[in-house]
């Protein structure tokens, strides 16, 4: 896996310090929160981002969802119907 040379960040456009992007790095991660610590039921809307278009080379990413609640037996009971 080799280093994106042009393009490819991850967008933050909603910080309270201003729009941030963040360069893909290899061997780096970037984690946070999507929800609001004093509200875990609430969507921390600053959070809001998006991948950029990788204009040279390429990029490989991984999703990895941790979920506060067990979220698989409603959507079972949903499914079995």
């Given at each position: 896996?080799?280093?994106?040379?042009?393009?490819?960040a991850?967008?933050f456009?909603?910080?309270p310090?201003?729009?941030?992007?963040?360069?893909?790095?290899?061997?780096?991660?970037?984690l946070?929160?999507s929800?609001?610590a004093?509200a875990?039921h609430?969507e921390d809307?600053?959070t809001?981002?998006?991948?950029l278009?990788v204009?040279?080379?390429?990029?490989?990413?991984?999703n990895?969802w941790i979920?506060?609640?067990?979220f698989?037996s409603p959507f079972a009971k949903?499914?079995?119907?």
């Amino acid at each position: 896996c080799q280093q994106v040379p042009r393009g490819g960040a991850t967008a933050f456009p909603n910080l309270p310090s201003g729009p941030v992007n963040i360069q893909p790095q290899r061997g780096k991660a970037v984690l946070w929160p999507s929800v609001l610590a004093d509200a875990p039921h609430s969507e921390d809307e600053r959070t809001d981002h998006e991948a950029l278009p990788v204009t040279k080379g390429e990029k490989f990413v991984a999703n990895f969802w941790i979920h506060q609640y067990d979220f698989k037996s409603p959507f079972a009971k949903v499914c079995q119907r």
